[in-house]
């Protein structure tokens, strides 16, 4: 490999995807084949992977191997790599990707449970993380605005004058992908790991609201918590976002106060929570202290600009944001990782059948299918996918695949949803703040 190069991989193919197959593996040929490797160049990438590639004549030139992806370092400049986590019930297993405020994600393949429990779920925070409360029942909330009766309620009283309900949900971070982005996008460089399913315990948000009697004029909520703001200013608030009226009341929308039949954990914002299923995590407002019926869409911190927005028209990667050509991200976009096996597992000489499993979700609406390849996406097979435990739960999906002989491979997943949209080779509509970044999921294996 040559020494010149001072560059991550990733900058590399992002600058000059030819030049760097060049430089990284050696002299390309027939570049009007989109940069195919051969000679040379396929037998320095063989040795890089650690095995003979079976499909090399499939893989598309500019394409970082699924091994090399995401931190391995071509060079001495190359970044590091994760962080891993150090928190009280939490796995070490997680990798820090934010340390102010403490933001951590999980590796796909720890995500394989049907339930992500509480040491495998991913960490996102906006401000300083509050104290636990000593007495959670006597923790208070209040909901007012354009309501006819604002309400202040303890979470014992919650718990005591409504129908509780436990469903099993999907909570993903909204910059769930923003590392897939080229150039890259600001903010904390998720991969797929800002994403778990819990058993969510509380009750329906549409009954309390109910109660409180939402006036015609009232067409969106803004929430707002107990945690300080990293500039330890008490006046500002950390995050506020907020819904439209008719998500609010969804059946599924939930005040929680329990999460895998226990408690609701203090770093996962007990002991009151929102959870808006499907929807960008940021609005599932953690450690609740506030909901305000509003008359107009809210403009609370994290409501304006760019910031949890998505391009209306598509807009030059790089170039300047017009904040006018800019919606608010609602649903989450579809996506489908394989959790089991590893990116990088390492099978026995003369395996030649691989089992795969893997999640899938799609926001507010469900998943049509997921199919899997093993040759770069030349040809696709469909896996055998489950359904839902209960809407917004995520689908889990089951495959067994062939493989002709030893060597290095790729498997790619993709998913369609309801709707028919499926997920992109690369992050659709580049936004400035990485929103949407739902590129199929490949992994790397090695057979002796």
């Known amino acids: 490999m040559s020494e010149k190069i001072e560059r991550s991989i990733e900058e590399l193919y992002r600058d000059d995807p030819q030049r760097a197959d060049a430089e990284v593996f050696g002299r390309v040929t027939e570049p009007n084949r989109r940069g195919f490797l051969g000679g040379a160049g396929l037998a320095a990438m063989s040795a ?80 300083q993380i509050p104290e636990e ?13 354009e309501v006819n009766k604002p309400l202040e309620i303890t979470l014992g009283e919650l718990k005591s004058k409504y129908k509780a309900q436990t469903r099993r949900m999907v909570l993903e971070c909204g910059g769930n992908g923003r590392s897939f982005f080229s150039p890259p996008a600001s903010g904390n460089q998720w991969t797929n790991g800002g994403a778990g399913c819990a058993e969510w315990t509380g009750v329906r948000l549409a009954d309390v609201l109910k109660t409180v ?15 300080l703001h990293l500039s330890g200013d008490a006046s500002k608030p950390t995050l506020s976002r907020g819904v439209r009226i008719a998500k609010a009341m969804d059946p599924d929308s939930m005040i929680v106060w329990g ?25 599932s407002q953690k450690w609740l202290t506030k909901i305000v019926i509003r ?42 990782i394989i959790t089991s096996p590893a990116n990088g597992a390492k099978l026995a ?23 899997v390849s093993t040759d770069y996406g030349m040809t696709w097979q469909p896996t055998k996918l489950e359904k839902p435990k209960n809407k917004y739960d995520w689908q889990r999906w089951t495959a067994a695949v062939k493989l002709p002989r030893d060597g290095y491979y790729e498997i790619w997943a993709r998913a369609m949803d309801s709707n028919g949209r499926m997920q992109p080779h690369t992050p659709p509509n ?15 294996v090695l057979i002796a």
């Open 48 to 127: 890089a992977v650690g095995g003979a590639i079976p499909f090399a004549a499939n893989m598309p030139g500019g394409l970082i191997p699924a091994a090399m992806a995401q931190g391995t370092p071509p060079a001495p400049a190359a970044k590091k790599g994760p962080i891993p986590l150090n928190f009280p019930g939490k796995s070490d297993k997680l990798s820090v990707i934010g340390e102010r405020p403490l933001v951590a994600e999980t590796p796909e393949h720890l995500l394989d449970d049907d339930t992500t429990p509480y040491e495998k779920f991913y960490i996102r925070n906006n401000g």
């Open 213 to 227: 009697g939402v006036k015609p004029a009232g067409i969106y909520t803004a929430h707002y918590s107990s945690d």
């Open 259 to 283: 999460m895998n039949g226990q408690p609701l954990p203090n770093i996962h914002g007990g002991p009151v929570r929102l959870i808006y299923p499907g929807w960008a995590g940021s609005a």
């Open 349 to 371: 000489a003369g395996t030649r059948e691989v089992k795969l499993r893997g999640a899938s979700w799609a926001g507010d609406l469900t998943v049509r299918r997921v199919d």
């Open 430 to 444: 580049w936004n400035p703040s990485g929103y949407g970044g739902n590129t199929m999921h490949r992994i790397a």
């Open 133 to 145: 409360t000593k007495d959670p029942d006597k923790w208070k909330f209040v909901i007012e605005g």
């Open 295 to 336: 008359d107009k869409e809210h403009d609370g911190p994290g409501m304006t600009g760019t910031s949890y927005r998505l391009t209306i028209n598509p807009m030059v990667p790089g170039s300047k944001a017009d904040p006018k050509n800019f919606k608010i991200l609602e649903s989450m976009p579809v996506r489908s």
